[in-house]
């Protein structure tokens, strides 16, 4: 057995133990940088019916089964369900709005190679690397979630229930007040599915409102409102 496939095998016990690694760690930086390496750890993943999920925009890796093994692994209960980690259905209504406030405000700045504290007229921004995830990603605030959000996601208790379920499963990191993206939470989450169906969909007003609200406090400078920045919302189209 060569050094390539140890160095695999090692990868993918690690992945299968930790659950998700940070694309700077050594071992996964080798694998994004080398053909070979990376088309061993796939085969041997295929091997038992799991694949490598990443993509640019995320700082972790982690893996999941492929679409031939979900039928045998889950079972059709399994692949019926909306989800395979028995989140009731408020924990995932709570978890597409995290989503949405968290990764699409996130990825607009990555593509458009925006800081979180960039001036807006910056020229050389396409030219720019890929900002990493922790500088770009917004925070959300707990007691604004909740002011916003607690009626519809069921109230105080519910809301810190599943809170606790999407931070165990790694979707979102808590500190005190502050609700910020874990490290599935850019990963597992398909952008190119989810993100059409939230832009043109359900939660299209509701973004509207938080970039309205978070415009506000700098067109406040210019044209004063006789109304609190948080009452604000946007115009009709």
Known sequence: MNDAMDDAGLLIAE????????????????ALSDAELFGQVEQRLAQVGLRWVDNIYADYVCLALL????????????????????????????LVVVWALIVLPKRERQTSRVE??????????GSKPLPPSRSVSPVLSYKTLLEDYGNQL???????????????????????????????????????????RILN????????????????????????????????SSPES
Do not use: C, W
């Open 116 to 125: 979180a504290e960039a001036p807006q007229n910056d020229m050389f921004a």
């Open 154 to 196: 069921g109230k105080k208790t519910r809301l810190d229930t599943n809170l606790k379920l999407l931070e165990r499963h790694g979707f979102i990191l808590r500190k005190q007040d502050d609700i910020a993206e874990g490290p599935l939470l850019d990963v597992l989450l398909n952008y190119d599915v989810l993100a059409p």
């Open 15 to 30: 992945l299968l133990s930790r659950k998700y690694l940070p694309r700077t760690h050594v071992r996964v930086r080798r």
């Open 67 to 94: 679409p031939a093994a979900q039928g045998s692994v889950l079972g059709e209960a399994g692949l019926n369900g909306n989800n395979n980690l028995e989140l009731p259905r408020d924990a995932i209504a709570l």
């Open 201 to 232: 969909g359900a939660l299209a007003d509701v973004l509207a409102r938080e970039q309205a609200q978070q415009a506000q406090p700098t067109l406040s400078d210019e044209m004063p409102s006789p109304l609190p920045p948080a009452h604000v």
